[in-house]
């Protein structure tokens, strides 16, 4: 039999051993997932074609935050895969999307703020930032008190915040971007956003719910007017966001819904800029059709 010390010091190996069982071992598989996360964005970016000449290139990037409700991945999977070869972005477009799907094969970048932050360094370090143009394009569920949810695969939380993002948009070095968010209470990003290179659009007002989402649905009542309708009629992104504010009102109205009021805000800089960028646009495409049935 072992001296007592010699049994206390064993027992004292066995808990440290089942505590790192319980602990370590969650946190090993979520730094493996990280750096997963990170070699397939920086190879997606690296396999993005630069742009040519003097006109404006576009990038995308889609975000999808929350996996328990497929709609949010529904339609950043269109706008990655169909919308943005018709804007002519062709492959520089990148999905992070909380989903179950993005751990299967070889996978998805998830949507965390980590995530984020890289994707937006490496797009920044890769395209022309005094030139070239950025399309962000966030959807998942928005809080009062302006915050975005990230809901992962595992159910663990996180939030994006109006001076997060902006922040991660500033160091990243990108100068024109187009910032497109479908959430409730999205408007509360605008102010934090706003810069003379800059076009924002929100699905609602700060104080005010949008619609559209939930476990039987495959489009926001926003991706839905603009993404959808909005931009197969007009790829002007201001215009297609001002039809689309028409086509929602008139639904909540139909619906007998509180208005969610999308709003817009153009710095003084952006429309010349995103003029050049339409210039370079093949006429008449044919139109991005959604890949998922759409209930009425």
């Known amino acids: 039999m072992r001296p007592a010390s010699d049994r206390s010091t064993l027992h004292r190996w066995h808990a440290t051993a089942l505590l790192c069982l319980l602990v370590c071992a969650p946190l090993q598989a979520a730094?493996?997932?990280?750096?997963?996360?990170?070699?397939?964005?920086?190879?997606?970016?690296?396999a993005m074609p630069?742009?040519?000449?003097?006109?404006?290139?576009?990038?995308?990037?889609?975000?999808?935050?929350?996996?328990?409700?497929?709609?949010?991945?529904?339609?950043?999977?269109f706008l990655?895969?169909?919308?943005?070869?018709?804007?002519?972005?062709?492959?520089?477009?990148?999905?992070?999307v909380n989903n179950i799907d993005s751990l299967k094969g070889a996978g998805t970048p998830l949507a965390t703020p980590a995530n984020l932050r890289h994707t937006l360094s490496a797009?920044?370090?890769?395209?022309?930032?005094?030139?070239?143009?950025?399309?962000?394009?966030?959807?998942?569920?928005?809080?009062?008190?302006?915050?975005?949810g990230l809901v992962l695969p595992d159910d663990s939380e996180d939030t994006i915040t109006p001076d997060a993002l902006r922040a991660a948009l500033d160091d990243s070095g990108?100068?024109?971007?187009?910032?497109?968010?479908?959430?409730?209470?999205?408007?509360?990003?605008?102010?934090?956003?706003?810069?003379?290179?800059?076009?924002?659009?929100t699905a609602a007002r700060p104080d005010r719910p949008s619609f559209g989402c939930?476990?039987?649905?495959?489009?926001?009542?926003?991706?839905?007017?603009?993404?959808?309708?909005?931009?197969?009629?007009?790829?002007?992104?201001?215009?297609?966001?001002?039809?689309?504010?028409?086509?929602?009102?008139?639904?909540?109205?139909?619906l007998g819904y509180a208005r969610s009021a999308p709003q817009i805000a153009a710095g003084a800089r952006i429309g010349q800029t995103l003029?050049?960028?339409?210039?370079?646009?093949?006429s008449s495409p044919a139109p991005a059709v959604y890949p998922y049935p759409i209930t009425p």
């Not at 493996?32 to 690296?46: E, K, M, P, Q």
């Not at 742009?51 to 999977?77: C, H, I, M, Q, S």
């Not at 007009?234 to 109205?253: G, P, S, V």
């Open 31 to 46: 730094e493996s997932l990280a750096t997963r996360d990170h070699a397939l964005i920086d190879a997606a970016v690296a």
């Open 50 to 77: 630069n742009g040519t000449g003097d006109a404006p290139a576009l990038y995308v990037v889609g975000v999808a935050g929350d996996a328990g409700e497929d709609v949010f991945r529904n339609e950043v999977r």
């Open 80 to 96: 990655t895969d169909r919308v943005a070869p018709r804007l002519g972005a062709g492959t520089r477009a990148l999905a992070l």
């Open 123 to 148: 797009v920044g370090a890769h395209m022309d930032r005094e030139r070239d143009v950025l399309l962000l394009y966030l959807t998942m569920h928005g809080s009062p008190d302006h915050a975005l």
């Open 174 to 201: 990108i100068v024109h971007r187009v910032i497109v968010i479908s959430a409730c209470y999205s408007g509360g990003f605008v102010p934090a956003l706003k810069t003379p290179d800059t076009l924002v659009l």
């Open 214 to 254: 939930g476990s039987e649905s495959t489009i926001t009542f926003f991706g839905h007017a603009w993404l959808l309708d909005g931009l197969n009629a007009d790829r002007d992104f201001a215009n297609a966001y001002r039809l689309a504010a028409r086509a929602i009102k008139q639904r909540e109205r139909k």
């Open 275 to 282: 003029a050049r960028w339409e210039a370079t646009l093949p």
